[in-house]
T-cell receptor, first 114, second 111 residues
Framework: DGGITQSPKYLFRKEGQNVTLSCEQN?????MYWYRQDPGQGLRLIYY???????QKGDIAEGYSVSREKKESFPLTVTSAQKNPTAFYLC?????????????FGEGSWLTVV | GNSVTQMEGPVTLSEEAFLTINCTYT??????LFWYVQYPGEGLQLLLK?????DKGSNKGFEATYRKETTSFHLEKGSVQVSDSAVYFC??????????FGAGTRLTVKP
């Protein structure tokens, strides 16, 4: 089945640690996105990429890093510089070009700082 | 800038009640408009969309009409069910794929 796979579903991070969230898609989409969702709140864009080896900062990129070495993969690293990383992280993808493109989401990853 | 404002929740309704969740937008250019639904602990799923003025998106009994004159895309359903309990997000996207989401509205339907 085509879709977006995020892993792990649940992750615990100690203070000062970097952690990486995986996102893989087999939809052949050029664009991929990372959003952060805090309890009871909307989505905020962290990073996005419209083509391999290129990505742009979203609204809250500080303390995060990404790479896009393959079309199918867009991992997100939450660094120790992110002071309040506990949140629900959503990866998404879409085609590029035209208008009205639907963005498809993965099931999300819960990150908790312990 | 481009943004979406939607009705604050939470909204609590009895089964078979009529649902309206208001959504208005601000955008430069000609956005496409979306409603997404999020069930507990899951990602967002596309519920419906409309890509130009006066288009009506519909799915699973939900409807929304793209109103350019009022810059709105209100979500409606004539008779809600317990299984409709979820968080609903209004969103817009422009041709450069910049997608903006509203804050979400939590709906609880009681039997």
């Amino acid at each position: 089945d085509g879709g977006i796979t995020q892993s792990p579903k649940y992750l615990f991070r100690k203070e000062g640690q970097n952690v990486t969230l995986s996102c893989e898609q087999n939809l052949n989409h050029d664009a991929m996105y990372w959003y952060r969702q805090d309890p009871g709140q909307g989505l905020r864009l962290i990073y996005y990429s419209q083509i391999v080896n290129d990505f742009q900062k979203g609204d809250i990129a500080e303390g995060y890093s990404v790479s896009r070495e393959k079309k199918e993969s867009f991992p997100l690293t939450v660094t120790s510089a992110q002071k309040n990383p506990t949140a629900f992280y959503l990866c998404a993808s879409s085609i590029v070009g035209g208008s009205g493109n639907t963005i498809y989401f993965g099931e999300g990853s819960w990150l908790t700082v312990v | 800038g481009n943004s979406v404002t939607q009705m604050e929740g939470p909204v609590t309704l009895s089964e078979e009640a009529f649902l309206t969740i208001n959504c208005t937008y601000t955008a430069t250019g000609y956005p496409s408009l979306f409603w997404y639904v999020q069930y507990p602990g899951e990602g967002l799923q596309l519920l419906l969309k409309a890509t130009k003025a006066d288009d009506k998106g519909s799915n699973k009994g939900f409807e929304a009409t793209y109103r350019k004159e009022t810059t709105s895309f209100h979500l409606e359903k004539g008779s809600v069910q317990v299984s409709d309990s979820a968080v609903y997000f209004c969103a817009l996207t422009l041709p450069d794929n910049d997608m903006r989401f509203g804050a979400g509205t939590r709906l609880t339907v009681k039997p």
